[in-house]
């Protein structure tokens, strides 16, 4: 079972960037499609983005507009979100998520999650 730690959250400014990292540990990291999800206070998890076990693919939520991209480094173990213009909006604890599906199916609610890392944007 793949174990996953987040980092990378913090306080910004609205307009400001982040990164955030996932680094993996207890599995073979390239076996696995990647996903970003992230939950605001009081509302549902809403996903954010993944990438499939090459690196080559990424799908979006539908609310990133160009903003965010996902990467991974399946050298380090690790899966990235880079976040651009934030929003105060974006204010929310962010969550990796690791599953062996397909990313056209990855079925992330069978997958390993982190512990999140909450990012904070002030307006």
């Known amino acids: 079972q793949v174990q996953l730690v987040e980092s990378g959250g913090g306080l910004v400014q609205a307009g400001d960037s982040l990164r955030l990292s996932c680094a993996a540990s207890g599995g073979t990291f390239s076996s696995y499609t990647m996903g970003w999800f992230r939950q605001a206070p009081g509302q549902e998890r809403e996903y954010v983005a993944s990438i499939d076990r090459s690196g080559r693919n990424t799908v979006y939520g539908d609310f990133v507009e160009g903003r965010f991209t996902v990467s991974r480094d399946n050298a380090k173990n690790t899966v990235y979100l880079q976040m651009n213009s934030l929003k105060h909006e974006d204010t929310a604890v962010y969550y990796c998520?690791?599953?062996?599906?397909?990313?056209?199916?990855?079925?992330?609610?069978?997958?390993?999650w982190g512990q999140g890392t909450r990012v904070t944007v002030s307006s």
């Open positions: 998520v690791a599953t062996p599906y397909d990313l056209e199916d990855p079925e992330f609610d069978l997958g390993s």
